[in-house]
T-cell receptor
C-alpha cells in the first residue's frame, strides 16, 4: 500500500526554467516530509524538509510547499540547472525523520 | 567526517542461500535504518536500530532480520533468498532529523 505517491515518473525542463515536482500522501499521521535527490550508483542525498507546522520552506534554489488539507507537497527548483538532473524522492514520516515512507521517485532531466 | 559505508557493494547469490550485509554509520550517529529499493516498489523501509535495539520495523517477512552492535555498526541478514529479493539495499544513519544514506549494496539473486 503506497502511502506516498509521485505520479509523474519523469519530467523534462529547460535550463533556467522552474522545475515542479509533486507528491501526494494518504496517511494523515505524517507530519514530517523530506525530499531526496539520487544519482545512479549513489545513495539518496537529503535536499530539503518541512514539518507540518509550516507550509513553506526555502533553501537557495529549492523550495518545498506543503498543503496539509490536500495532503500534497511540491518541490520547486528555480532556476533549474543541468546538474539538477537526477531522481527525486519524496518521503514522509509520522515522526522526525525515522521510518521514512518513500514515493517511487520522479526522474528530472534538465536540458541546456 | 567519513560518510556511511556499506559492504559489500555488489553481491550475487542463488536462491535458497542466505546473505549478510554490513553498514557502518557516520561517527556519532546511533540510529541506523535499512531500506530496500526495487524498480517496482521504490524505496521501502525495512527496519531501524537505535542503541542496539530495533525501534521500528517495516512490513517485510521474517526472513529479513538485522542487528546493531555497540559501536553502532549494523548488519542485515536475509535467509532463504528468493528471486524477488534482488534489489539495492540502502543503509542510512541518522542524527536528529536527517538521514544520511550510504551508496547501497546491489544484491542479485539468481
Amino acid at each position: 500500500d503506497q502511502q506516498v505517491k509521485q505520479n509523474s515518473p519523469s519530467l523534462s525542463v529547460q535550463e533556467g526554467r522552474i522545475s515542479i515536482l509533486n507528491c501526494d500522501y494518504t496517511n494523515s499521521m505524517f507530519d514530517y516530509f523530506l525530499w531526496y535527490k539520487k544519482y545512479p550508483a549513489e545513495g539518496p542525498t537529503f535536499l530539503i524538509s518541512i514539518s507540518s507546522i509550516k507550509d513553506k520552506n526555502e533553501d537557495g534554489r529549492f523550495t518545498v510547499f506543503l498543503n496539509k488539507s490536500a495532503k500534497h507537497l511540491s518541490l520547486h527548483i528555480v532556476p533549474s540547472q543541468p546538474g539538477d538532473s537526477a531522481v527525486y524522492f519524496c518521503a514522509a514520516s509520522p515522526n522526525s525523520g525515522y521510518a521514512l515512507n518513500f514515493g517511487k521517485g520522479t526522474s528530472l532531466l534538465v536540458t541546456p | 567526517k567519513a560518510g556511511v559505508t556499506q559492504t559489500p557493494r555488489y553481491l550475487i547469490k542463488t536462491r535458497g542461500q542466505q546473505v549478510t550485509l554490513s553498514c557502518s554509520p557516520i561517527s556519532g550517529h546511533r540510529s541506523v535504518s535499512w531500506y530496500q529499493q526495487t524498480p517496482g516498489q521504490g524505496l521501502q523501509f525495512l527496519f531501524e536500530y537505535f542503541s542496539e535495539t530495533q525501534r521500528n520495523k517495516g512490513n517485510f517477512p521474517g526472513r529479513f532480520s538485522g542487528r546493531q552492535f555497540s559501536n553502532s555498526r549494523s548488519e542485515m541478514n536475509v535467509s532463504t533468498l528468493e528471486l524477488g529479493d534482488s534489489a539495492l539495499y540502502l543503509c542510512a544513519s541518522s542524527y536528529q532529523d536527517e538521514q544520511f544514506f550510504g551508496p547501497g549494496t546491489r544484491l542479485t539473486v539468481l
